[in-house]
C-alpha cells in the first residue's frame, strides 16, 4: 500500500509543473492587460503605465516571470494580488474554508441521496419508481444552477419564508471564526441559537450545488448496481437463498461502488465549477467568486495561484479516491 | 478589538435581539472593498466601506449636493495669485483606537502632510507599502499641481501650487484626499506591520472599523467621540450581496435595510410592493458617442449634428437603459453646477438628417460604431446601443459596422489619432466639478488621451481654461454655460444618456439621501421604531 501511495505521489510532480505552466499562461493568453484595466476610462500616462509595469514585475521577459513565479511557488510565495495588494495565499485560506464546507455538505447530500436511490432504482428496474427517479435525476442534472437557486430563494426565502435568503449566518451573531467553518465556529461560540442560524443558511446552498453531483450519482449507482446484479454470483447468492437485503446492500452495492467512487472524486471538478455560480448568488465568500472576480480584473498573481492551489487540492481527492479503490477492492492495491 | 469585546458584543447583540436589531442598520453592498486606505483604491464600493464611513476630508461634499463643506479643515484661503492654498485646521478631532494603537494627540498638521505626502514622495516609507500605486492622486493630476505643503502652526496647513486651479477644494474632498494618522502610520511602520493601516483602517470618521470577512460581512460601530453629527445607529453592517436579485429578495425579507444598483426590470415592482421604497436621482456621468473630429466627413460639424438627428435617444433609454436612463443634451450631468438648461437638443428627425447630409454631399456613407464590451453605469449595454444606431443611421442612408475589443485594448485603441470609427464611452465624474468633465473629456490637453473625439476647438478651449482659475463659482458657471453652447454648435459627440441610479429601502430607514457622486452615505441615517 505504502508503494502504491508512493507512487501515485511521483505522478503529481509533472502534473504540478503542468498545472503551474498551465495556470501561468492561461490568464497571459487572455486579450488584455492588468495595467489598462485598472486605469478604465481615466487611461494612464506612458511613464505611470512603465513604472506600475516595473512595479508589477512584468516588463520582463515572460521566460523570467515564469521562472521567478515557479521558485516563489515552491518557497511558497504565491505573490500579491494587483488588486488588494494582499498575499494570495492569506487571501485563498481566508476563503477556503467556506467552500470546503459548502463543497463536503453538498457531497453529503448527494451521496446520501443518491446512493439509495440508485439503489432502489436498480432494484426496482423498469417500475414506476425507477423510471420517476430517473427523469428526476435527468431534470435536476439539467437544471441551470443559476435559474434553480434564484427559484429555491424566491419560494422558501421569499413567499414561505422557511431559510434566509443569503449569507452564512444572521448577521446578529458576530463571533471569531478561528477555523473559518461556520458549523464549527457556530458550536464554539456557544452563542444560543447560532449553530441553528449557521444550518439553516447551509440548506439553499447545499441544495443547489448538490443538485448535479445528485442527478450523476443516482444514475451511476443504478447503471453500476444493474450491471452486478446480473452476475453469475449475485444469482448463485439468490439460488442460496440470501435474503435479497444482503444481496443487494452488501455482495452487489460493494462491488457497484468502484465506478460510483470515480464518479464522486470527479464531481469534485464539478462542486468546484458549480461552487462559482452558487456562491455568487448566495453571497458565500468562498473561492469561486473570488476567482472569476480575479479574471475579469486580470489580476494575474490570484487567478495563477488561485488555479494552482484548486488543481493541487483535485489531486489530492483524485489519490484519496485511488487510495479508497484498495480499500474497496483488494486486487488494485496488490497490482 | 480583543477577543473578549468580540464575544461581549455578539452576546450582547443576541441577547438583546430585536432592540439590538433597531440600533444596527444592515446595507447590503454590491461587491467587496478592495482594502480600507482609500487612497491606494479607485473603486466607489470601497470608498463607500472606507472613506464615507472611517475618514473625513480637509474639506467634505455636503451630502446631496456636490457643493464643498468645511470638513477637517474648518476654513481655507486662497491667495490673490490662486497659487496658494491655507487651510485652518479643526481642534480637538480624535482619532479611532483599536488593538494595537490608541492615540496619543488630536488631529494635526502633520497627519494632512503625511496623507498627501505618502502618495506623492518616493522616499515616503509608506509609498510602496501595500503596493501603492495611488491612482487617484496622480489621475487628478496632484504631483504636478502641489509644489510643496507646509505646515505654519498645528492647525495651518499651506498648500503651493504650480499654477492656480480653482477645482483644488472639490480635489480635497475626494476620496483619495482623506486623512489617515501618521501617528498610527509610525506606530505601525515600528511594529513592522505598516500594512495594517489598509487593514486595520483608524480615521476620524462618524464609524469605527471593527471587522471585515472578506466577501461576506464588514462591521462598524459608531465612533461617540465624533466631532460632529454624530451617528444615528450603533452599528452599521455592510453584507456584501453581489447578486441584484438576491439584494432585491434580502430586502424585501427584511435582510437587510437599503441596498443599491437594482436589476431595471425590477424597479417597477419594487416601485410597487408595499415594504419598499425606491429613491431615484440622475447620476452624475454621461454616455456618449464620440465622433473622430479628424477624420473626413466627420471634421465636418454639420455632418456630426445631421447624424445626432438620426439618433433615436428614447428609444435608447426604453431599450438599453429600460427606462433608468434620462436623455442626455449635454456633455455634464444635470445635477452638477454649470448645467445648461437652456440649450435645445438635436431632436429626432430622420428626414431632417437625411437632407442635411445630402446638403453637405454625403451620400453613401459606411462607418463604424465601436461598442464597449464591459458594462458601465452610463451604458449597460454598449452592444445593443450599437445596434439601435445602426438601424437609425441605415434609415438616413449611413451603413454601419459594429466593432468591438477587448476592454483594455478598446480603451487604447479609441485614442488614436487616426481612428476609423466612431466611439461609445461615457464617464463618471469625480469631484463634482464642471472642469472635471469638460476639461479632460473635451480641452485640447485630452487629444489622443481622454479626449475620444479629438476634437480642439480654440474657443471652447480659453473658456475652460479660464474657468479653472477663477476664483467664484458663479464667475466660472457662466463660462462653462457658454462653453456647453460651443459644444452642442460643434457636435463633437451625440451625447446619449445619464444613467439614474435607483437606491432601494425598507420603510423604517430614515433620513437617506442620494449622493450625486454615487457614494452611499450612512452618516445621518437612522431606523424608526
Known sequence: MLNYVL?????????????????????RALPGDPIQVMAGERGISDERYAELAAQFGYDRPIYVQFWEYLTGV????????????????????????????????????????????????????????????????????????????????????????????????????????????????????????????AIRHLILPTIVLGTIPLAVIARQTRSAMLEVLGE????????????????????????????????????????????????????????????VDSIFRRDYPVVQGGLLLIAVMVMIVNLTVDMLYGVINPKIRKR | MSLNKIMATGLLLSTLGVSAQAQTLVYCSEGSPEGFDPALYTAGTTFDASSHP??????????????????LAESWEVSDDGKKVTFKLRQGVKFHSNDQFTPTRDFNADDVIFSFDRQGNPDNPYNQVSGGTWEYFGGMSMPDLI????????????????????????????????????????????????????????????????????????????????WGDKAKVESLIFA??????????????????????????????????????????EGLNVGYLAYNTQVAPFDNANVRKALNMAIDKQAIIDVVFQGSGEIAKNPIPPTMWSYNNAIVDDNYDPEAAKAALAAEGVT????????????????????????????????????????????????????????????????????????????VLLGCDGVEKSNRAQWCNEEFDALIQKAKVLPTQAERAALYEEAQVIFKDQAPWATIAHSVVYMTMRPEVEGYVVHPLGGHIFNQVGLSQ
Not at chain 1, 500579491?80 to 464546507?101: G, I, M
Not at chain 2, 472611517?54 to 470638513?71: A, D, M
Not at chain 2, 505646515?151 to 499654477?163: A, C, E, S, Y
Not at chain 2, 437599503?258 to 424597479?267: C, L, M, W
Request: some cysteine.
Open chain 2, 54 to 71: 472611517l475618514y473625513n476630508r480637509l474639506s467634505e461634499f455636503k451630502v446631496g449636493t456636490t457643493e464643498t463643506i468645511p470638513g
Open chain 1, 74 to 197: 515552491l518557497q511558497g510565495d504565491l505573490g500579491n494580488s494587483f488588486v488588494t495588494k494582499r498575499p494570495v495565499w492569506d487571501e485563498f485560506f481566508a476563503l477556503f474554508p467556506a467552500t470546503l464546507e459548502l463543497s463536503i455538505c453538498a457531497m453529503i447530500f448527494a451521496v446520501a441521496l443518491g446512493l439509495p436511490a440508485g439503489v432502489i432504482a436498480a432494484v426496482n428496474r423498469g417500475k414506476f419508481f425507477d423510471r420517476a427517479l430517473m427523469s428526476t435525476a435527468l431534470v435536476g442534472y439539467s437544471m441551470p444552477i443559476f435559474w434553480w437557486a434564484l427559484l429555491l430563494i424566491i419560494v422558501f426565502s421569499g413567499n414561505l419564508q422557511w431559510t434566509p435568503v443569503s449569507g452564512r449566518i444572521d448577521l446578529l451573531y458576530y463571533f471569531p471564526d478561528p477555523t473559518g467553518f461556520m458549523i464549527i465556529d457556530s458550536l464554539a461560540s456557544g452563542q444560543k441559537g447560532a449553530f441553528t442560524s
Open chain 2, 240 to 281: 456584501i450581496t453581489p447578486d441584484a436579485s438576491v439584494r432585491y429578495q434580502k430586502v424585501q425579507a427584511g435582510e437587510c435595510h437599503v441596498t443599491a444598483y437594482p436589476n431595471p426590470a425590477d424597479v417597477q415592482a419594487m416601485k410597487d410592493a408595499e415594504d419598499i421604497v425606491v429613491m431615484e436621482q
Open chain 2, 364 to 439: 453613401d456613407l459606411s462607418m463604424k460604431i465601436w461598442a464597449m464590451p464591459v458594462q458601465r453605469p452610463y451604458n449597460p449595454n454598449a452592444r445593443r446601443m450599437a445596434e439601435l444606431m445602426q438601424e437609425d443611421f441605415s434609415k438616413v442612408g449611413v451603413d454601419v459596422e459594429i466593432v468591438s475589443y477587448e476592454w483594455g485594448e478598446y480603451l487604447e485603441r479609441s485614442k488614436a489619432k487616426d481612428r476609423d470609427g466612431a466611439v461609445l464611452l461615457g464617464w463618471t465624474g469625480d469631484n463634482g466639478d464642471p472642469d472635471n468633465f469638460l476639461a
Open chain 1, 7 to 27: 507512487g501515485r505521489l511521483l505522478t503529481f510532480i509533472p502534473t504540478f509543473i503542468g498545472v503551474t505552466l498551465i495556470s501561468f499562461s492561461f490568464i
Open chain 1, 232 to 291: 453469475d454470483y449475485i444469482r448463485t447468492a439468490r439460488a442460496k437463498g440470501m435474503s435479497p437485503g444482503r444481496i443487494n446492500g452488501i455482495h452487489a452495492l460493494r462491488n457497484a461502488l468502484i465506478p460510483v467512487i470515480t464518479v464522486i472524486g470527479l464531481s469534485v471538478g464539478t462542486l468546484l465549477a458549480g461552487a462559482i455560480l452558487t456562491e455568487t448568488i448566495f453571497s458565500w465568500p468562498g473561492i469561486g467568486k473570488w476567482m
Open chain 2, 147 to 226: 509644489e510643496s505643503i507646509e505646515k505654519t502652526d498645528d492647525h495651518t496647513v499651506v498648500f503651493n501650487l504650480t499654477r492656480p486651479e480653482a477645482p483644488i477644494i472639490a480635489n480635497m474632498a475626494m476620496d483619495f484626499a482623506s486623512i489617515v494618522s501618521k501617528e498610527y502610520a509610525d506606530a505601525m511602520l515600528a511594529a513592522g506591520t505598516p500594512e495594517m493601516v489598509n487593514q486595520a483602517p483608524i480615521g476620524t470618521g462618524p464609524f469605527t472599523f471593527q471587522a471585515y470577512q472578506k466577501d461576506a460581512v464588514i462591521r462598524y460601530l459608531r465612533n461617540d467621540d465624533y
